[in-house]
Every structure is written in C-alpha cells, then in structure tokens.
C-alpha cells in the first residue's frame, strides 16, 4: 500500500522559503504589499511544492475572520453598479479580502434575506445599497433592527438612511446643481426631470440640487415637470413622451439609463436631439460616449468611490479611528446631448 503523503505545515512552508512563520502567513492572506518581492516568490514556490493550502474555514475558528466582506446591491444590471463592484473587489483584493456579492432586485425581503445569509457565512464586514422598498419607514426601522443584532461592521453606499450609519456616496446635491447651472447657461429654462424613487436620498438630493439651481435664477420646476420612476430604461421612456408633451427645451435623466430611454422616446415623437430637445443624464456609463448623439451628463467617479468603500468598510472591521468618508463630486461631461439655445 502506498504511504499517505504528510500534510505540509506553515512550518514546513516556512522552512522551504527560508523565512518565518508569520511572513509565509502575511504572503498566503494577501497582507504582503510591505514585503520583498522576492520573499513572497520564495514562499509561493515553496507552497505550491509542498502542496500547501490555507483552509478558510480552519483559519476562522482560529483568527475568528474569513476575510470575506459581503456586498448586497439592488440591480447588477444597472452598469453604475456592475462597474462599482468590479472595482470593490478588484480594490479589496489588494488587502487580501474576497467579496461575496448577493443582489436584492430591488426588494426589501431580498435585502433582509441575503444580510442574514452573509452573517451566517461569518463574513467580516457588510457593504449595503439597500433596494428602494427598503426605504419606507416600516422597511427601514426592520433593516435598522436587523442590523444592530447582527454586530457586524457595515456600511451604506450609494443609498443610506439619514439618521445613521456610516456611508459612501456622491455628493448628490451639489452634482445636479452643476448639471443644472449647465442647462441654464445653454439657456434652458424650462427644464423637465426623470427622477428615481424620491424614497431613496440620492433621487431627493438631485432633485433638491435641480430646484436650487433654478431658485438662484428666479426660476422654479412645476411638479408636472417631475416624473418619478426607477433609474431605467423603461422610466425613461415613459418620462420623457410625457415631458416631450410638456414643452420642454431639455430633460435632465437622474441616470443615464433614464437618459437612453428618453432617446427612444423622442424618436417615437419625430424629434431631434438636441435640435428639438436636449437631454442631460447622471453616472457616464459605458455606452454614454459612444450613442449616435454622444450624451452630456454627471460622471460619477466610480473607481474613486470604489477605494473610499473599501478604506472605510476595513477600517470598520479593523476597529480603527476613521475620519468620516467625504462625499466624492461628480465630473460634467460636456457631449453633444446639450445645445445652447441662449441667443435663441
């Protein structure tokens, strides 16, 4: 019969490498950016010849930590949150933590589901986008209970409740005060706008920015010029036939997936963007540059929110003083979806 092999130890590891226990540990968990290039070569090599592997489950019965950190969104679908999680886990890579992704649909139960599903993987810490339903004031005060009683580090990014909670977001507010301040210096005064859910903050902080850019210019928006929907392509279309029949000279989407749809409905309506009417939209996604009319809009800093989440959801597990996340500003991305009408 054939002698079983021995199981490799992090000593035997560390024997092979020429180095110590705790630098084969610091190089197998990803906590290597410190080190020597080549000392993380030597044990690499060293572990792959012993056949060495780190159980996960083992190393948390011992450290208490899985170094997973799961991240909860309400649409994957939606490309400002597909490119924000790939960004995440590329960024908490470096840190030698895995992510666990789980997406809500945008329902409340989902979200209240798949927390107690991670809690229950021992995940080290929690990033949240809670879906829209979450936001009602029956819904939030359960996510706020559910929570508390898990004791795990948390954060809200993008979508957050006011009262609490560490958070990573835009600056809502001051971003579609910038798109707005770009409407009306290309002339547009009667300005129509597809919003998100005004449950959630981000739609209510855009809206709030809209308003006080046209309260400084004298100017007000009806609330017939407001249409509310979800941040897709659907309410885009819908939004825009109905601000289309309002008179409007532009409409400004809360996204750019609102943005597209609004295209679509001013083809069906035989107009011509931005000759009949222009059209300014919020995050810059992929697609935004590359349209037969390339889209202005707000572009959110994606990657630059990415490292803020990360920054502050390891702090949080790490327990360290942390100053509180800024809120990141969007960038205008002046396109051709805008025209000035100023002399007209």
Sequence with gaps: MKEARKKATIKDVALRAGVSPTTVSMVLNGK???LPERTCERVRAAAAELDYNTDILAR??????????????????????????????????????DIILCNSEERAENDYRYIRLLAGRNVDGLILTPSAEAFTAENAEKMKRLLTGLRIPYLFFDRYYADGGTRVAVDNEASSYAATQYLLENGHE????????????????????????????????????????????????NGGAMLLGKGVTAVFAFSDMQAYGVYESAKRAGKRIPDDVSVMGFDDNIYSSVLEVPLSTMRQPV??????????????????????????????VRRSSVADISEN
């Design 32 to 34: 290597d950016a410190a």
């Design 60 to 97: 948390a019965l011992v450290t208490r930590k899985t170094n997973i950190v799961g991240v909860v969104v309400p649409d994957i679908s939606n490309a400002f949150f597909s490119e924000a999680v790939r960004h995440i886990q590329v960024e908490i890579a470096r840190y030698g933590y």
């Design 190 to 237: 009667r300005i129509g706008v597809i919003a998100g859910p005004l449950t959630l903050n981000s739609s209510r902080n855009r809206l709030k920015g809209v308003r006080r850019a046209l309260s400084e210019r004298g100017l007000s928006l009806p609330d017939d010029c407001v249409y509310e929907g979800k941040y897709d392509f659907a309410t885009g279309v």
């Design 303 to 332: 990657e630059t929110i990415a490292k803020e989440v990360c920054r502050a959801i390891l702090a949080l597990i790490e327990d360290e003083d942390m100053e509180a996340p800024a809120c990141c500003p969007a960038q205008l």
